[in-house]
């Protein structure tokens, strides 16, 4: 491949990946594994508390 941008670490972290939803101002998507039979799952939760 040509022409590829190197992308820095701090770039790499902001990127959530193509199924994370559309959250609405002051939230962030954040996935959630899977565990205990359940899917994994995205969610919209507030920019206070972690993932």
Do not use: D, H, Q
């Amino acid at each position: 491949m040509k022409n590829l941008k190197k992308l820095a670490k701090s770039e790499l972290k902001k990127i959530n990946g193509g199924n994370a939803p559309l959250c609405e101002s002051g939230t962030r998507a954040c996935r959630y594994k899977a565990e205990n039979g359940y899917p994994a799952y995205w969610s919209c939760v507030a920019i206070e508390y972690p993932c």
